[in-house]
């Protein structure tokens, strides 16, 4: 899923009617955490600072009404933000863009 310009919100409707606005910066760290990426990877493939990607998490676990990263991506597949191995994105995807752990 390609996201487009800083400042933009995404909606998607949620479970009850109501809708997850996230900015685009925050699906780019929700699509990140998805496939697996630490912290510390997803600071340095969006050149941001690891605290910026811990605020990023916060709000996107407040959107999301969840407390940790594997809750957060579960969700994002649920809404349709991120896919699973099943669903077409493989691990050859994670390492070929940001090189072997």
Not at 3 to 23: C, F, Q, Y
């Amino acid at each position: 899923m390609s996201v487009g310009g800083k400042g933009a919100d995404v909606n998607t409707p949620r479970k009850g009617g109501s809708h997850v606005r996230l900015t685009n910066r925050e699906l780019q760290v929700l699509q990140l955490v998805a496939n697996g990426f630490t912290n510390a990877e997803i600071a340095q493939s969006l050149a941001i600072s690891r605290q910026t990607t811990k605020n990023h998490l916060s709000a996107i676990y407040d959107k999301l009404g969840t407390v940790n990263r594997t809750q957060a991506a579960i969700r994002a597949v649920e809404l349709g933000f991120a896919r699973t191995a099943m669903e077409g994105a493989s691990g050859s995807d994670r390492t070929s863009s940001h090189g072997s752990h």
